[in-house]
T-cell receptor
Framework: QKEVEQDPGPLSVPEGAIVSLNCTYS??????FMWYRQYSRKGPELLMY????GNKEDGRFTAQVDKSSKYISLFIRDSQPSDSATYLC??????????FGEGTQLTVNP | GAVVSQHPSRVICKSGTSVKIECRSL??????MFWYRQFPKKSLMLMAT?????????EQGVEKDKFLINHASLTLSTLTVTSAHPEDSSFYIC???????????FGSGTQLSVL
């Protein structure tokens, strides 16, 4: 069983839709949770960084962490074509090493 | 925000040659850098952890003599793919840890194509 599970998609939505991306994990030692956005042939870009359970909002993006269920989510409101990318969840314990999900490929259609 | 510069962005080489990829942290000191490999539509696979002034720590299955890592300063780590072969063709990405921000920032990646 993988430590981090993420549905690879692809996910296709119309412009303006609310997008929900999710990851589950099995290692209860994970304390830090991140979402990265990766455009084709580019390095991942950090979108959201959370430590504890709960919600964190930044503009159109909301990250949600539920440690009791070992489940994290990223919501994108009013999605735009420029949001089309691969979204990777990542998590780590107190150390530096990140464990990534497979990534979900998102396409927002105009 | 912190910036990590990776160079070159794309390299095409003949089989048997060696290729060096540089990763620089531009506005912070990075005692730890990471090198990843990514296949098309797949997630990042950690190859090695590069520590400034000491030997890199390689993940299981990664050939140390094939992928040479040097982290000679707090702002620069290099990955050298020695005697490259077509199966080494991949997208290589580095990341650097900003201790103060407690975050990892990624370079823009290097697409290596070995003919």
């Amino acid at each position: 069983q993988k430590e981090v599970e993420q549905d690879p998609g692809p996910l296709s939505v119309p412009e303006g839709a609310i997008v929900s991306l999710n990851c589950t994990y099995s290692n209860s030692a994970f304390q830090y949770f991140m979402w990265y956005r990766q455009y084709s042939r580019k390095g991942p870009e950090l979108l959201m960084y959370t430590y504890s359970s709960g919600n964190k909002e930044d503009g159109r993006f909301t990250a949600q962490v539920d440690k009791s269920s070992k489940y994290i989510s990223l919501f994108i409101r009013d999605s735009q074509p420029s949001d089309s990318a691969t979204y990777l969840c990542a998590m780590k314990t107190s150390g530096s090493r990140l464990t990534f999900g497979e990534g979900t490929q998102l396409t927002v259609n105009p | 925000g912190a910036v990590v510069s990776q160079h070159p962005s794309r390299v095409i080489c003949k089989s048997g040659t060696s290729v060096k990829i540089e990763c620089r942290s531009l506005d912070f000191q990075a005692t730890t850098m990471f090198w990843y490999r990514q296949f098309p539509k797949k997630s990042l696979m950690l190859m090695a952890t590069s520590n400034e002034g000491s030997k890199a720590t390689y993940e299981q299955g990664v050939e140390k003599d094939k992928f040479l890592i040097n982290h000679a300063s707090l702002t620069l780590s290099t990955l050298t793919v020695t005697s490259a072969h077509p199966e080494d063709s991949s997208f290589y990405i580095c990341s650097a840890r900003d201790i103060q921000m407690r975050k990892l920032f990624f370079g823009s990646g290097t697409q290596l194509s070995v003919l």
